[in-house]
Every structure is written in C-alpha cells, then in structure tokens.
C-alpha cells in the first residue's frame, strides 16, 4: 500500500525547515534509514531518513521549498499489494484553456504614472511619529523647488518646516491644516521629472497597496526599478498570493489603518484572520518600530539602507538560515553584553614538545593534539577554578546562575558559516577522548550531520583561528554565556631570559568577557591562569 | 467643503451604482447616458431581456416535462407578440425604476453622447440636437462593451442578428444558427429552442463556455443536447452568403456531416469588446492595453488622476455586477476612503436551463497553477429535492485547500445554481472552512444541502453518499 511520509519533528520552536537537496527520485527503491532529503533550519544542516522501506512513488518536495513537520514529503509504495489513492488535484485530460471572457475573478493592479512622486513626511526626529499642520504653503498647480519649504509643522518638541526634496508641480495635497501628519505618510503628490527621485512610485510593485500609508514603515530599500504594468483583465485571481483570508469587512478594516493584510497571520481556523489579528499585528508593528528606532533599546536611530546600485552594479542574495541566525544572535549579544577583551601570550614552546611527543596516542584514538584540544581541558579546569566565568546573568531578574556542569563550545567554520558544537562534560574526560570527540564533532559539522541537540548547553566557548593566522581578534561573547575564549597564530618572538633573548613559541589568547559579572581583575587572572597552564601543564591537575 | 464634482459617463450598472452612491454621499453627480433611462446594455438589451425571456423558456419546458409527471398541456399556443410585450414591460419596469432613482437622488442626468474636451470638461451633444458643456473635478468612465462582429462573416441583412436583434425576439425562426457557444450564445439558443426553432450552435473550441470547467459544462450540454438541433464543436464558419431561402452558412471542422447548412437566421454571439473610441479619452492622460481595456490601479484610477473606470472597459469578466461593486469601490476613492476593488469571488452565472455558475478558483485554474488542492463532486441525484423536482441533472463542486481546509472556491451545475451561488461566493470571500460548511445547517430538503454535503465529504463523511476517505 502507498505511505505518506511526512517530515518529523525538528525540534523546539522549529516549525519548518528549507528543502536544500532531494536523494530521491520516483522508482527509486529506499531502505530504512536511507536519507531522503537535505534539509536546513535556523540552527543547522541535517538529513531526514526514512523509516520505512518500499519504492518512492510520488516525491511531493521541491529543492528550495520550506517544508512544516507533519507535512508530507513522499509517497512511498510499501510492500502490500493493496494500493491506496492518494489525493490529488483530479484532472480532465482534455481541459480547454481559459479564454479571459470566463475568468471569474479579476485583479485591478496598476502602479501609477513613473511621474509622480509621493512626498512623504520625513523623520522629524527621535521618537517622533507625528506633527501637527499648522499651514500649508503651496497650492495645487503650483511649481516647487527642491528645498522649498511645502508646510509649517509643529512636534511635541517644535515648529518646523518641511522642505521639498524634488522640483516638480504639486499635483495633489493630502493634508489640510489643522489635520495630524504621520511620519511616513504622503502628505503631497507632486509631478517630477526629478530622474533622481528615490522613491518616485508608490512603494511596493506588490498589487494590493493603497497609496497611503499611516503607520511607519520599518527601513525598506527604495525600489528604482520600473514597476511593470499589467492591464487589469489580464492578471488572473491568485488566491495564495494576493487575497488574504479575512473577511472583506476585516481586508477593509485593515486597509483603513494602514496594514498590510496579507502580512497579518491569521489564529483562525485554516489561518483565517479575523479583526482581532489585525489590531494585534498593528500592535506589535508599533512595539517593533519603537525598539527597532531605538535600536532594540538603546537609543540607537536605524539609518535606512541607501540604494547602492546607484554606483554600480549589485547582486543580491537571500541569507541562507545559518548566517540569518548568526546575524540576529550576535548583534543581540554585542547589542546587551558589555564587552571587555583581554590580550595575553601563552609561552608553548614546551607544550609544543610534548604535542609532538604524544601525538600519535591521541591519533590512534581518532583525534589530533591540537591546542584545541588542549585548551578545552585547560578551560574545563579554569572554570572550575574561576566560576563566575561558567554562570548565566539574568539581569530581569538580578540573578547570577552559576553552572555545576561543564560544556564547551567549539566555533567550527562550515561552507554555511559558523557553527558551535558543544562537547558535554569536559571536566569528566581526558584530552585524549576530547581530542577525539573534538575530530569526530568537527567532521560532523562539515558533513551536515550536526544534530540540534549538538548545538545546545554550552557555558563557555572556544574560537581557535590560529590556523588561519593573526595575531589577536575581539570575539564576541555567545550569549547566554559570559566569556569566549579566542585563539591566534603561534609564533616565535624573543623572550628575555634574565640575560639574553631567547626564541620561544608564543600563543596569543583573547578573552572576550561579560563586564557586568566579570571584572577585569577576574578577567585578567582567567587568561593568566589559562597561559600558565598552558605554560605549565601540571597546574591543570594541582588547581582545576 | 465643497461638494465633489462627478461626471459619470455612461448610466449601465457601473454607472447608475456609482452615480447613486455619489449622490448618497453628498456628491453633486451628472451622469450621462445615451438613453432616456440608465440600466446601459443590461436594462435594455443584456442581462433583463435575457432572463424575462428565459423564464418564459423554462415554463415551456417544464410544461413539456410534466407530461412524465401525468399533466399533459398539449401543445402550447405562442403568442410572439404577447411574449416580446412581457420582455418589453419588464425593461419599462426597471429603466423606469432606475429613472425614478435618478431624480429621487436629484442627479443631474443628461441624455446624449459625452466626450472628454479635456480632464475636466465633457461636451455632451444631446439628443435634442443641443451641445451642454459638464466640467466636474472627477469623472467615471462607464461606457461599457459591444458585441463583436467578424467583419468578413458578418452581413448586413436583418437574417443576421446580434444579441441585440436576438432580444428583439421579431419573430420565431424555424431554423437559426448560434455563432459561439459562449454564455450569451447559449442563452439565446435556450430562449429560441424552447420557442421550438431548430437552433445549431458552432463553437471552435472543444466544449461549450470555453474556460468553464468540463465537468459542469458536460451535464449542461447532456441536458441542452436533446433541445437544440445541433452542437457543432471545434467547428469553424468561414462563410455566410444570402439566398432567397435564407443564410447559407458554410463550416470548417473535422467533425462535419454537412459542410454547409441554411438557416432563415444567423445570431452572432462571438463575445463583446470595450466602448473605448470616440469618447475624446485622446484629450486626457487615460490610457489603454493591448486588448484595449482602460487601464486602471485598484482604486479603479486611470492614468488620469482626474478619471476613474469601472465595468466592461476595463476588463474581463464583463458583468453587471463587477460593474456596479467596481462603481462603488471608485466612489468610495473618489471621497478618499481607503479602499481598492480587491474581491476574494466574483460569481459568474450561465443562465440557461440547467443553469450553471462558479465562483472563486476554478478546476481550470487549480491546474492551471499547481494549487495543492482537494476536489470534491457531489451529483444531484443523490440529493432529495432535486428527485423531488424530477431535474438530477446537476452537481456541486467544492475546490478545497489542502493545508488549510478553506474553501477556495464553489462551482454548480443545475436549475436554481445561479442563486446557490451566492452562499459559495460568501464562503470564499469569508476565507470559511470546508468545516464551517459542514457545520452550517442547511434546510432540508432543499438543493443547497449539497454545499453542505460536499463539504462532509472531505472527511468522507458525506450522509448521502458512501464515499469514505481512505
């Protein structure tokens, strides 16, 4: 009989995950465990395999599609000899193609005349979202040049004027005086043939927009390319992309106030958005605007992007998930710990002896004597020693929350970016079985094997990029954890001995840390401690 | 504040429903028609002549049909005359309705042809012989579409008629062609069959209503079959000459017996095109397609920011009722309310017996785009009522979204599918669930337990019919 096989669980709050490669074809006879699919969520790159055996029926995934758990990916023909229907789109074999006179639904979607410039009031300043009009200063039909003052406006903070930014005729003033201006709102339509205008059309080439837009909108880049006309009766009803499923009172409600329906999610049975999923979005739209004009808090005013194929050609490529979530992990933790880096050098010239020395005990075991290696038994042991470097800071609630267990982060550099295996209880295991886990976690990583679960608990974090070179770098701490250990390139330099200089092998460390539990005093004992460790391999067992 | 200037040209159901609404929202409204009354084509020569007429064709059936229920009426007597002053009084009724309207909303209504001087002034040459002159601040272009006529088949003989000479109803034909088996085409032949002349309808594609899905177009044509004289499918005209016997019409077709045919008349229902030329539109900044629609955004603007559109010029599906709701929608812009004519369904109906009507996504169109959908079929004989009324030629379709269980769109084949509708169009505008369906009593018995039916069955568990889902 024919299976559904649907996509497992990923894991918590993963609710879907982008399809990057298809193993399988129709035919194909799979057994279990047999990967079917590369697939990649936030977190990592994974394989999915079958639990069952049989022949690949129908393959209902498409490379570069998202796919949710439970959403079925293949039909699979088990070895039963009944065979189930599976549902699909029923289709006449001789349907006739749809002549425009009998499509029942209709799409009106033109963009206005490539000559108009929608005028929209611009930042007033910090926090301000709107202004009284006190006095219009043009009429319809008149000419304006750019930095003409257009109207008289007055903030909580002041009176201002707003200067036109295009030479043109104003065709259409959509503001009266007396009447509230929002930040973002088309307060003049004016005719220009300004070539530089950069937002010389409505903004969106989308069908649905309405000229006005209230609510302002987060920093989008200005759109220059030409919006493409299409004649109303040709563009056929696309339900899935333009009409979202709300009721038309709720599509109207939404439009008054300024919102985007079809960015609004639905709580509804099917995804149905009722009144109610607007407000909320509107909401969180406004909550999002404060903190992102705030710079998630800080006082920080968001500069939108400017339009860079003004100088040249671009190419634009989506961010893959692994780099977006990199990008929003690290500017939260650079955004909410004060960072500190201290530098020191660690003498390994010895270490460097015993690494050849017992190199070959650690490959026998599957691994490499790295410094890696090293350094992650050497941190196991300065945790123990220094524990507010293996705590978590909860500043909600004034609480420091010290760690009893030990896992370390290890940054790996994969082909789709950065990822940070944890390896588990490394003060329960010797170098040698790290070096080994270490080598076996690595390959995992590369292989696309890492599992979430892998990616998980780490208290302290190791970024080696001696291999590559440098002499010292600024890493920024993993968030939640409070310190991340940094490595560089070896080299010899002259050391004074007392008497003469002498050429001895040193290791440059930088440790990022969380100033808000770790003073630099700690700071500067951790690292000093880590390098005499290094120096002096003994102090692992006498004090960690 | 100055009351809003609006001129709007051409009085059909766009244009009176603007005007109307205009009027209603303190506008000062001239609307301009070429008629004494507005009601446009389909007060006149479209939609209620048709459907006066198609009642009369449906009693004539029915009263053939209850001869299987043991009432004979004979043969019946047809009074031509008597049947053209009921068609006749029922446009009276309704231009006169709508004339009342106009002045009830004292709209300034100016019987003549408008054209564009430039975007603020209209010069219409009214049909007293005078010229008046209309400015206004925004104008509604409403002027609506005329039947097409091929100008190499098309002979100007009062054999030959269009749907306009078809809704004259001069006389009853013995033996008429219908050129086009589209909606318009098929209605014709629906009035006239009944009228007991020989109709033969030749359409070039593969099935009657191209476009409409094969399903519901199969069990109208099984039912219209035995009623006309013939169907000629994939089956082209390539020339009509007149003899003193009538038209003789020559065809093209793989599947021909005659290769040509007399009829004492021809009807050209081949499909309507926009009333764009001559309305001075060179004098403002409205500009037009391909296909030579007006080309408009959602709120109905043209290129023109003092001109909006709505109806039959600017594009398909050419109906009343996309007119009127688009004459709202361009009202409502014009008094800046947010607003864009962006329906989820717009219904559309065959009104012949069995009628035939859909709403929303289309089987077709399903396809067409690769929809992850469900498909579900419910036929009539399974449904009390429709054995009651002795008419099982009919089904209910409901085109379900896999993910989300919405109803994306309805479609029915059967007498009475073109009020039933109504209830799939709420359904589809509604975003409702094929499980908000399955819920919703619907009285028994009545025809519109198959919406509710066809809904059960994406469970499988429709009551009428064993179909369980595996």
Partial sequence: MVVEFRLPELGENITSADITKVLVKVGDKIKKEQPLAELETDKASMEIPSDIEGVVKEVKMKEGEKASAGQVLLLIETESSE????????????????????????????????????????????????????????????????????????????????????????????????????????????????????????????????????????????????????????????????????????????????????????????????????????????????????????????????????????????????????????????????????????????????????????????????????????AASALKKFPQFNASVNMAGNEIIYKKYINIGVAVDTDRGLIVPVIRNVDKKNIIELAAELAEISKKARDKKITLEDLQGGNFTISNLGGIGGTGFTPIVNAPEVAILGISRGSYEPKYSGSEFIPRLMLPLSLSYDHRIIDGADGARFLRWICSALEQPILMSLEG | MNKIKLAVLGAGPGGYTAAFLAADLGMDVTLIDLNKNPGGVCLHVGCIPSKALLHVAKLLEETKHAKKWGIDFGDPKIDIDGVRAFKDKVVAKLTGGTGQLVKQRKINYIQGRGQFLNPNTIKVEKTDGTIEEVQFDKAILATGSEPVRIPGLWIDSPRMIDSTGALELKDIPAKMLVIGGGIIGLEMANVYSSLSTKVSVVEMMPQLVPGADKDLIDILTRSLKPRLGSILLETK??????????????????????????????????????????????????????????????????????????????????????????????????????????PAAIPSVVYTDPEVAWAGVTENEALKKGLNVEIHKFPWAAIGRAVTMDRTDGMTKLIVEKDTERIIGVAMVGQGAGELIAEGTLAVEMAATAKDMALTIHAHPTISETMMETAEMVWGLSTSIYRPKK
């Fill in chain 1, 83 to 378: 065979s189930v229907p599976a549902l699909s789109v029923k289709t006449d074999s001789d349907a006739a193609e749809i002549p425009q006179e009998i499509k029942p639904a209709l799409s009106a979607n033109n963009d206005k005349v490539s000559k108009l410039y929608n005028f929209k009031l611009p930042e007033l300043g910090e926090n301000i979202s709107k202004a009284s009009v006190t006095k219009i200063l043009v009429k319809e039909g008149d000419f304006v040049k750019k930095d003409q003052a257009l109207v008289e406006l007055e903030t909580d903070k002041a009176s201002m004027e707003v200067p036109s930014d295009v030479n043109g005729i104003v065709k259409q003033i959509k503001i009266s005086e007396g009447s509230t201006a929002n930040v973002g709102e088309i307060i003049f339509i004016i005719e220009t043939s300004d070539s530089d205008s950069a937002e010389n059309k409505t903004d969106s080439a989308k069908k649905i927009d309405s000229p006005q837009k209230p609510v302002p909108e987060a920093p989008a880049l200005p759109k220059t390319e030409p919006v493409k006309k299409e004649a109303a009766n040709e563009a056929a009803l696309e339900t899935k992309s333009i009409i979202a499923p709300a009721a038309p009172s709720v599509r109207r409600f939404a439009r008054e106030i300024g919102i985007k329906i079809n960015n609004v999610r639905g709580s509804g049975p099917g995804g149905r958005i009722s009144i109610e999923d607007v407000k909320k979005y509107a909401k969180s739209l406004n909550e999002n605007i404060e903190s992102a004009s705030s710079g998630g808090g800080f006082g920080i005013k968001t500069e939108p992007l400017p339009d860079f194929s003004k100088w040249g050609e671009t190419d634009i490529q989506p961010m893959n998930n692994v780099r977006k979530k990199t990008a929003e992990h690290l500017s939260y933790a650079w955004a909410s710990i004060p960072h500190v880096t201290q530098f020191d050098k660690a003498d390994i010239t010895e270490l460097e002896e015993i690494r050849k020395q017992y190199g070959k005990l650690a490959e026998s075991a599957g691994g490499k004597l790295t410094v890696t290696a090293i350094l992650l038994k050497i």
């Fill in chain 2, 237 to 342: 005209v390539v020339k009509i000459e007149e003899i003193s016997e009538g038209l003789k019409v020559t065809f093209e077709g793989e599947k021909l017996n005659e290769p040509a045919q007399i009829f004492d008349k021809v009807l050209m229902a081949i499909g309507r095109r926009p009333v764009t030329k001559g309305l001075g539109l060179e004098n403002t900044s409205v500009k037009f397609s391909e296909k030579g629609f007006v080309q408009v955004n959602s709120q109905l603007l043209t290129d023109d920011l003092n001109i909006y559109a709505i109806g039959d010029i600017v594009g398909n599906p050419m109906l009343a009722h996309k007119a009127s709701a688009e004459g709202k929608i361009a009202v409502e812009a014009i008094a800046g309310h947010k607003v864009a004519f962006e």
